[in-house]
């Protein structure tokens, strides 16, 4: 019996299943540095530890003390399964008859560094930059589809003392596809606690990260939030209809409001000189989502659209006039279709089809 | 204080840190399900159950209760970084001064589900289907680019009694960018342990897959062995040069090979009509991956390249050739380069630049 174990990364975050698993085993198998971690749970077993590299070697052994009857763990740092021993050992494990395997997943790099960064992650990508038995253009055009989909991305194995290029093809592609302000998380577990940094990728040079390092490449609506970066998943804040939103969209609901700035309004122009009017009022508020720039006044449960002026963007404008045409039928739409109209909020920031929601 | 703690999917997948935190916790809040499963853990406690699509309410409650000056431990199903209450909490604690989080990552329906199914992860891909907030057209987005990059790719949410527009658009990307007979790996957490089963694309139904399932999809090498899904991760087999490759080698180093069919050897073809001979013996014997056909024979210590062909289509020839002899230098490069040359396959197997390694 081969219990493939992932140990996540430190105590806290091992499983119950991994600690027993452990303890009813006869012989550890491991890279060194992950059987040190687990020390004090291995005493009068077997231990085998290996270097980095020596991944067959240590499937090999596990499959061989299995075959003899012995109860093996194979250690993983993370969850075996993300970059970990299951893979190999399954490749392994086929040359031979009746080996029994069990996999223990764990918490895995990614899920660690989120934690530590706030709350990164929505759809997201996982992409390793390890280019030992994978060819560089394979994995460029991995990040370079998972940028374009607005994928969080998280990296493993950023960076090695001999393997730098793919971390730079990485840093262009961020550069090429998010562009130079896009926000990436930095989660260094040489220390302990973890050390968590937020940079933009203009920002992002080689001294700062290592191989103990896990990154988290933002979205086009990822957020800083004080040291926290933060990707919204989205919810839905009930609100009352303000009296001045309601008299804007009756009137466009009866067709007076003109498209494009309204240089006859006494207060034009607010914001700025060219800026659109046909939503004087927003829509969506409140959104709740600071990553168009507004934020909640703390202690008084105002959202304020302070930094917000996406909606008096031309571009913002074309895209949201016809779709909030087709779903706001009565003003008390803008309240009871509050979940479609952040859903076409989120088309339009997103540029994807904001007829197909 | 607030713990936003991941419970894994069963008792064996918690974590320590998620056993302490809720043991030194004054309340504790979550879905009735999650709340249920740790019974046991939460006797004597505050306890504040509420049901799904209460995000927010138990979000606001968790921070009152802390404000009130109590510990409180706010559960998450899996990782509450993934698709779970972190993000929440985090959009909302914002209203607030002075709130303290701490955010223990947990075991991930897809670590879970990859455990049970063997190892089919690689660079991969998490987009849930779910799209109460999220606009399908995003949604088909992020499908379309991760199945286009070859990543693997883990659904969540993938369907329920009234959201199956979502599901059938997955089907048909899947369909239409890997073709009918791409595995799918379905894990039903509704049974205990969970039931794990292997589908073509093309049998994949809506009656086979409900909201407590967890879906992975292989990439273009994923392969099934026995019951399991396998993505090889791929290492490297150290083996002497046979002398009938030494042989073939020498005359290809020497410019004596041609290119595509050789209709005068006497065993042309042994393959089929129209094959391609630039590779009699394969420069990547033995690959140690069956994502080709190839499979070991158990118990002997020998690879079999029983039902792998691909080396001699035109394809495949045609991407090689070139970068193949730019490789090899000396019929030792066989051995000696290795790692380089199972590049340059996987390369070419995944349609990215094989001259890009």
Redesign the interface.
Known sequence: MINVI?I?QN???????A??AIEESDVIIGYKKYINQIEDLVLGKEIIKKGMGD??YRAEMAIQKSLEGQTVSLISSG?????GM???????V????GVEVK??????AL??A???L???????????LS????????I???L???L????IVAIYNPISKTRKEPFRRFKQCVLDIKGENALIGIVDSTYEPPKATIVEVKNLTEDIVNMSCTLIVGNDITYQ?ED?L????????RSDIHELSRNHYEKFLNGEIAHGPNRDCDYYPCHWDGQYCDFCYCPFYPC???ATGG??I??K?VWNCKDCNWLHKKEAVECLREPLENILEEVEDLKAKK?TL???R??CL?H???N??
């Open positions: 992932g996540g105590r806290e975050n091992m499983t119950l299943g600690v027993k991944e067959i969850d075996p399964g993300v970059f299951a893979n190999v050992l399954y490749q392994i086929s040359k031979y008859d996999v223990y997943p764990g918490v895995s899920n660690y989120s934690s530590h706030g709350a990164p992650l929505h759809d997201f990508a996982a992409i390793s280019n030992i038995l994978t060819p560089l253009s394979e460029e055009k991995k370079r589809h998972a374009e989909a607005n994928l939030q926290k933060i990707t919204p998943r989205g919810y839905v804040i709740g989502d600071s934020e909640w703390k202690g449960n979940k952040l859903k076409l989120k088309a997103l994807v089809d904001p197909d929601l």
